[in-house]
């Protein structure tokens, strides 16, 4: 700010001195007229005076060269006041010499005067008069014209002085005009040169710049090139050319974008991607004039380029070529492997998910696709179990009973729509998961479909499988079920179907609800209830068929539940298998049973046999043989263990068998249980050499009203005859059937008749009652 004004001022003064310099100057000149011009009046007046002093006597000629003069000096008095303008006249009263004007004014006045006396005298004298010139006119003459030398005499120093002082003037304001431009001059000229030596700095470095700029482009390991608007080149380095042509050499500066790319891609430099290579050209041209994204390219030997564009402000545009072949090749791999990757895995996912007898969905697959469904609705689901699959098992063989697995697979996958999901998830059982927002109706008309497609035999070979299903349905709303929960309910309405006698679809309902979550309960608390000790033997009584006197005792298993009472084993087996606690069961019961009957003993009571039932799995399991080997020889014999018919010895394993061999090696008996029913073939129950056969309850049940249940005891007992076994009849509940039982050959009787199963305390109480007469207990209990 104090620049400027300095600067301002600084122009002011200069400006200000030049003028005054330039006025000055013009004084001057008009001074010097004025000198000049008062010299021509001085010299004027001076030769009028003297032509006076030579011609005393004035004739009319002589009056007119006198009044020449006279006119010629009066000229130059009357110049100096008439050129003046008012500012010079003004101007002369400012330095002081105003009177010089009054001078010349009065001067003219005079020389007026004269010229006024010669004019009179002239025309009125006529040539041919001499005029007689008086003493008293030459004096007048001499008188005025000494006043006009006079005059002129006073003016001169005025003139010196306006001279003197505008001299002054001039040279001092000529002083600070000349200081002040040249130091102005000097000032531009200093900014001048400045601001060349910056250019040519400037110039330098812009050389320094474009040469290292040079020598990045070539030592960059990227393709660079620049083009012009008109998509010339006009520079680019040898990566370029390399990313942009068979024969770099080829590319030169001034050379067309178009030029360059049409002879490589003629040259079967570019994959052109089946664009023939005018269309690939002007493509790629096309993207060159718009600011267009990143273009990658395969070039020949399946390299690739990252092309890249973008324009200078003044239209050029630069091209970066990147070699990114490893990349693209990389990924190509990585895409390649993740393809084989996924390949495997959805085989693994497929083999993982489906069942590889049948095809059909397996229980993950089931497991995931109702956990999916109920997560945005209800579902609904149908249980199938195939009845007398065993058998056709058993007797036609395992290829029959794989080949019946598929057809009732192929038959539900027909008869089941694209959104149901038929599974398999066990050996004979089937899920049918329907489709969503299936009802119960439309369910229970599928299970009937299946029903009917199912029961027909299939052949085998020259064989016929006969079988049939049972179903049971469930539906769950979300809100309210667990899927786990939907499961188990089919499975109770299964289980009841079973129950109904086979063949049956049976919906689950509202008590089964109950029941289930009754059998949940039952469930939670199995564990602890194994360690509290609520599971306890009871004895229910066994007598000989012709004496009734007590022959032995059948351990029964009852879990004597805190809160609902006495529980009988239909009510908790199925959770202790559920549970894999089965042989923890058994051998609770088998030892608190073997402690009972030691304090029995301690008592007095000698029980001749002791009975178990005791599971697959408990047989097999080396610490029950172990256990058993402490009991002493002797006593061996006292104990029965019974093992359930329709347990397949074809089927079990070579440990069960041979764990029941060695049972019977090792002197303890082994009797089949629930014999009739039906369940396996003779032959596998035989091939074990039983000890005794028990009659299954189910057939001594209408013993006495039906005559083909006395047919089958008749002929059950003859077969034991002939294989050296006795026979015992379960389920004896009255005097009539004991006495049919002793008549058709039955060796011993078991049933409410004799007595009902009791805890070990109650038998010892009423011990001498079995003894003797059994029925008149069994009233009694
Ligand atoms: P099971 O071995 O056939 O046992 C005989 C069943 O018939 C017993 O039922 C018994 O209470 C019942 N019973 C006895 N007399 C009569 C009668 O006159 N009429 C009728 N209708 N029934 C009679 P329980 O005690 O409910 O046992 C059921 C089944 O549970 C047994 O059938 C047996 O297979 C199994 N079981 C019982 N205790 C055990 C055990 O400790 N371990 C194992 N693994 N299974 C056991
Ligand atoms: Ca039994
Ligand atoms: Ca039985």
């Given at each position: 700010?104090?620049?400027?004004?300095?600067?301002?001022?600084?122009?002011?003064?200069?400006?200000?001195?030049?003028?005054?310099?330039?006025?000055?100057?013009?004084?001057?000149?008009?001074?010097?007229?004025?000198?000049?011009?008062?010299?021509?009046?001085?010299?004027?007046?001076?030769?009028?005076?003297?032509?006076?002093?030579?011609?005393?006597?004035?004739?009319?000629?002589?009056?007119?060269?006198?009044?020449?003069?006279?006119?010629?000096?009066?000229?130059?008095?009357?110049?100096?006041?008439?050129?003046?303008?008012?500012?010079?006249?003004?101007?002369?009263?400012?330095?002081?010499?105003?009177?010089?004007?009054?001078?010349?004014?009065?001067?003219?006045?005079?020389?007026?005067?004269?010229?006024?006396?010669?004019?009179?005298?002239?025309?009125?004298?006529?040539?041919?008069?001499?005029?007689?010139?008086?003493?008293?006119?030459?004096?007048?003459?001499?008188?005025?014209?000494?006043?006009?030398?006079?005059?002129?005499?006073?003016?001169?120093?005025?003139?010196?002085?306006?001279?003197?002082?505008?001299?002054?003037?001039?040279?001092?304001?000529?002083?600070?005009?000349?200081?002040?431009?040249?130091?102005?001059?000097?000032?531009?000229?200093?900014?001048?040169?400045?601001?060349?030596?910056?250019?040519?700095?400037?110039?330098?470095?812009?050389?320094?710049?474009?040469?290292?700029?040079?020598?990045?482009?070539?030592?960059?390991?990227?393709?660079?090139?620049?083009?012009?608007?008109?998509?010339?080149?006009?520079?680019?380095?040898?990566?370029?050319?390399?990313?942009?042509?068979?024969?770099?050499?080829?590319?030169?500066?001034?050379?067309?974008?178009?030029?360059?790319?049409?002879?490589?891609?003629?040259?079967?430099?570019?994959?052109?991607?089946?664009?023939?290579?005018?269309?690939?050209?002007?493509?790629?041209?096309?993207?060159?004039?718009?600011?267009?994204?990143?273009?990658?390219?395969?070039?020949?030997?399946?390299?690739?380029?990252?092309?890249?564009?973008?324009?200078?402000?003044?239209?050029?545009?630069?091209?970066?070529?990147?070699?990114?072949?490893?990349?693209?090749?990389?990924?190509?791999?990585?895409?390649?492997?993740?393809?084989?990757?996924?390949?495997?895995?959805?085989?693994?996912?497929?083999?993982?998910?489906?069942?590889?007898?049948?095809?059909?969905?397996?229980?993950?697959?089931?497991?995931?696709?109702?956990?999916?469904?109920?997560?945005?609705?209800?579902?609904?689901?149908?249980?199938?179990?195939?009845?007398?699959?065993?058998?056709?098992?058993?007797?036609?063989?395992?290829?029959?009973?794989?080949?019946?697995?598929?057809?009732?697979?192929?038959?539900?996958?027909?008869?089941?729509?694209?959104?149901?999901?038929?599974?398999?998830?066990?050996?004979?059982?089937?899920?049918?998961?329907?489709?969503?927002?299936?009802?119960?109706?439309?369910?229970?008309?599928?299970?009937?479909?299946?029903?009917?497609?199912?029961?027909?035999?299939?052949?085998?070979?020259?064989?016929?499988?006969?079988?049939?299903?049972?179903?049971?349905?469930?539906?769950?709303?979300?809100?309210?079920?667990?899927?786990?929960?939907?499961?188990?309910?089919?499975?109770?309405?299964?289980?009841?179907?079973?129950?109904?006698?086979?063949?049956?679809?049976?919906?689950?309902?509202?008590?089964?609800?109950?029941?289930?979550?009754?059998?949940?309960?039952?469930?939670?608390?199995?564990?602890?209830?194994?360690?509290?000790g609520e599971f306890v033997p009871y004895f229910q009584t066994q007598h000989d068929a012709r004496t009734w006197k007590l022959s032995g005792v059948e351990v029964l298993a009852r879990w004597e539940?805190?809160?609902?009472?006495v529980?009988s084993p239909?009510?908790?087996?199925?959770?202790?298998?559920?549970?894999?606690?089965?042989a923890e069961l058994d051998t609770v019961i088998f030892e608190a049973a073997e402690r009972a009957v030691a304090v029995l003993k301690t008592a007095g009571i000698i029980l001749p046999r002791v009975a178990f039932n005791v599971s697959?799995?408990r047989i097999?399991d080396?610490l029950f043989l172990q256990h058993l080997k402490l009991i002493p020889h002797e006593k061996r014999k006292g104990y029965v263990f019974e093992r359930l018919?329709?347990?397949?010895?074809?089927?079990?394993?070579?440990?069960?068998?041979?764990a029941i061999d060695t049972l019977k090696d090792m002197g303890f008996k082994v009797d089949v249980d629930d014999f009739?029913?039906?369940?396996?073939?003779?032959?596998?129950?035989?091939?074990i050499e039983p000890d005794s056969l028990k009659i299954d309850r189910?057939?001594i049940?209408?013993?006495?009203?039906?005559?083909?249940?006395?047919?089958?005891?008749?002929?059950?007992i003859?077969?034991a005859r002939?294989m050296n076994a006795r026979v015992i009849a379960e389920g004896v509940d009255s005097e009539?059937k004991a006495i049919?039982l002793r008549e058709k050959g039955c060796d011993e009787l078991q049933g409410y008749f004799f007595s009902q199963p009791m805890s070990a305390a109650a038998l010892a109480q009423n011990m001498t009652t079995y003894n003797n007469r059994g029925a008149a207990t069994a009233a009694q209990q």
């Amino acid at each position: 700010m104090a620049l400027t004004r300095m600067l301002g001022l600084f122009a002011a003064i200069l400006l200000l001195s030049t003028g005054i310099a330039f006025l000055g100057y013009h004084y001057l000149k008009l001074a010097s007229e004025y000198r000049k011009n008062n010299f021509i009046h001085l010299s004027e007046t001076q030769r009028a005076m003297d032509y006076l002093e030579e011609h005393p006597k004035l004739e009319k000629s002589e009056m007119e060269v006198l009044r020449a003069h006279v006119a010629a000096a009066q000229a130059q008095a009357i110049w100096c006041v008439a050129n003046l303008s008012a500012l010079e006249t003004r101007a002369f009263h400012w330095l002081g010499v105003g009177s010089a004007l009054d001078i010349c004014k009065y001067d003219i006045r005079t020389s007026e005067l004269l010229l006024a006396r010669l004019n009179g005298l002239i025309e009125s004298n006529d040539a041919r008069h001499i005029v007689q010139t008086t003493p008293y006119l030459v004096f007048y003459f001499k008188r005025g014209l000494l006043r006009m030398r006079e005059d002129s005499f006073a003016f001169q120093p005025f003139v010196d002085i306006i001279e003197g002082k505008l001299g002054l003037l001039v040279k001092i304001s000529t002083l600070i005009a000349s200081t002040g431009l040249g130091l102005l001059f000097s000032l531009v000229a200093a900014k001048l040169v400045r601001a060349w030596r910056s250019q040519s700095d400037q110039t330098i470095e812009m050389q320094r710049m474009a040469q290292r700029f040079s020598l990045a482009i070539q030592a960059s390991s990227d393709g660079f090139a620049l083009f012009n608007k008109e998509r010339v080149l006009l520079t680019c380095n040898d990566r370029y050319r390399e990313l942009s042509h068979p024969n770099p050499a080829f590319i030169r500066d001034g050379m067309t974008a178009i030029e360059i790319m049409n002879d490589a891609a003629d040259k079967g430099f570019y994959q052109t991607n089946g664009l023939d290579t005018a269309d690939f050209v002007s493509g790629h041209v096309l993207q060159m004039r718009s600011d267009h994204d990143d273009v990658q390219l395969e070039i020949s030997d399946d390299r690739h380029v990252l092309v890249r564009f973008s324009q200078t402000e003044f239209g050029d545009q630069v091209i970066t070529r990147t070699n990114i072949t490893d990349a693209v090749r990389n990924a190509r791999k990585q895409r390649e492997y993740t393809r084989t990757l996924k390949k495997a895995k959805d085989a693994v996912e497929r083999q993982s998910l489906t069942d590889p007898l049948t095809g059909l969905a397996n229980r993950r697959q089931l497991d995931v696709a109702l956990h999916a469904q109920m997560e945005i609705g209800p579902a609904s689901l149908i249980r199938i179990d195939l009845d007398r699959f065993k058998q056709v098992n058993d007797v036609l063989g395992h290829d029959a009973g794989d080949h019946v697995l598929r057809i009732v697979a192929k038959l539900l996958t027909e008869h089941t729509r694209e959104d149901d999901l038929p599974a398999r998830v066990g050996g004979d059982e089937f899920v049918v998961l329907c489709a969503p927002g299936t009802q119960l109706q439309d369910a229970t008309i599928l299970a009937s479909r299946l029903l009917h497609a199912i029961k027909h035999p299939v052949s085998y070979g020259k064989k016929r499988c006969i079988f049939g299903a049972s179903f049971g349905i469930a539906i769950g709303d979300p809100s309210i079920t667990a899927p786990s929960e939907l499961l188990s309910n089919a499975d109770a309405a299964l289980y009841q179907a079973k129950a109904d006698g086979r063949g049956k679809i049976v919906n689950f309902s509202n008590d089964m609800r109950k029941a289930a979550k009754q059998e949940r309960a039952l469930a939670d608390r199995f564990m602890q209830a194994l360690g509290d000790g609520e599971f306890v033997p009871y004895f229910q009584t066994q007598h000989d068929a012709r004496t009734w006197k007590l022959s032995g005792v059948e351990v029964l298993a009852r879990w004597e539940h805190p809160i609902d009472g006495v529980l009988s084993p239909v009510k908790f087996l199925g959770i202790a298998k559920q549970l894999g606690l089965e042989a923890e069961l058994d051998t609770v019961i088998f030892e608190a049973a073997e402690r009972a009957v030691a304090v029995l003993k301690t008592a007095g009571i000698i029980l001749p046999r002791v009975a178990f039932n005791v599971s697959a799995s408990r047989i097999i399991d080396p610490l029950f043989l172990q256990h058993l080997k402490l009991i002493p020889h002797e006593k061996r014999k006292g104990y029965v263990f019974e093992r359930l018919e329709s347990i397949s010895y074809e089927d079990a394993s070579q440990h069960l068998v041979m764990a029941i061999d060695t049972l019977k090696d090792m002197g303890f008996k082994v009797d089949v249980d629930d014999f009739g029913s039906g369940h396996a073939s003779i032959n596998s129950v035989l091939s074990i050499e039983p000890d005794s056969l028990k009659i299954d309850r189910r057939i001594i049940s209408p013993l006495g009203k039906s005559e083909r249940a006395g047919q089958m005891v008749s002929s059950i007992i003859e077969l034991a005859r002939s294989m050296n076994a006795r026979v015992i009849a379960e389920g004896v509940d009255s005097e009539e059937k004991a006495i049919i039982l002793r008549e058709k050959g039955c060796d011993e009787l078991q049933g409410y008749f004799f007595s009902q199963p009791m805890s070990a305390a109650a038998l010892a109480q009423n011990m001498t009652t079995y003894n003797n007469r059994g029925a008149a207990t069994a009233a009694q209990q």
